[in-house]
């Protein structure tokens, strides 16, 4: 890690480097899970939904079950939101210059992730098991099916995105801590060689100090005066 570098980036204020920013491993993952998120909202979007000729409305390709298809739209949905809102703080995550600021993101960052993973995992699971039990005759053209297929399987890749993006994180919030541990332990090379140092003085102030010191008076001064002293007898 670069000198004066925190959870995985250098200081604040460097100029922004497309080709490294693209090249990033974390930038990478939310690009692609970016991409697996249009997939699946799209896929239930544009072919989720059939109808018969004898019904009014449509019904969802998974086993006619609403909340399938709405799932999947809904998680598909935020999930392309997310990766935009962190690719723009990957963006602007080098220019913040407090550490405390950047732990937070970084902390944000593997909690979001890991979220996404579990909701992608939710999300495999019911669309698998809906399209498991739904019924031929609903759909005796087929219609729709690579559509459904495709949002299924993106659900599942996306769950190793995920987990990866929250992997990373992780990584980077360990390099933060490495950081500062260090710059905890730092100690001063003169300290650490054991040379002790005179105490500082200036001359200026110490002939102040002489000048106004006056020394006692003696006890001869104090006799003097008592000299002419007589006691009175009463």
């Known amino acids: 890690m670069e000198a004066g570098a925190a959870y995985g980036a250098g200081k604040a204020g460097g100029a922004f480097d497309v080709q490294t920013f693209v090249r990033q491993p974390h930038t990478v993952l939310r690009m692609v899970s970016w991409l697996f998120s249009i997939v699946v909202f799209g896929s239930i979007v544009n072919e989720g939904y059939l109808n018969h000729q004898d019904e009014s409305e449509e019904f969802c390709i998974f086993n006619r079950n609403q909340e399938a298809c709405g799932y999947g739209i809904t998680v598909g949905v935020l999930a392309f939101l997310s990766c935009l809102l962190y690719l723009a703080l990957d963006v602007y995550f080098p220019q913040i210059s407090s550490v405390k600021d950047r732990k937070k993101v970084v902390l ?3 909690g979001v992730s890991g979220l996404w993973a579990f909701l992608w995992f939710v999300s495999f699971c019911f669309l698998a098991d809906q399209w498991r039990v739904s019924k031929p005759e609903d759909n005796p053209m087929n219609e729709g099916t690579d559509a459904a297929r495709a949002a299924i399987a993106f659900s599942f890749f996306s769950i190793f995105t995920w987990v990866g993006q929250s992997f990373l994180a992780f ?3 360990l390099l933060g801590a490495d950081s500062a541990l260090f710059s905890q332990d730092y100690m001063d090379p003169s300290q650490e060689a ?35 002293y007589q006691a009175q007898n009463y």
């Open 194 to 228: 054991g040379m002790p140092y005179a105490p500082y003085t200036n001359e200026d102030d110490t002939t102040a100090s002489m000048g106004t010191y006056q020394q006692p008076p003696s006890v001869d001064a104090f006799d003097a005066d008592t000299q002419g």
């Open 171 to 173: 990584q980077r919030y």
């Open 108 to 110: 944000s960052d593997i």
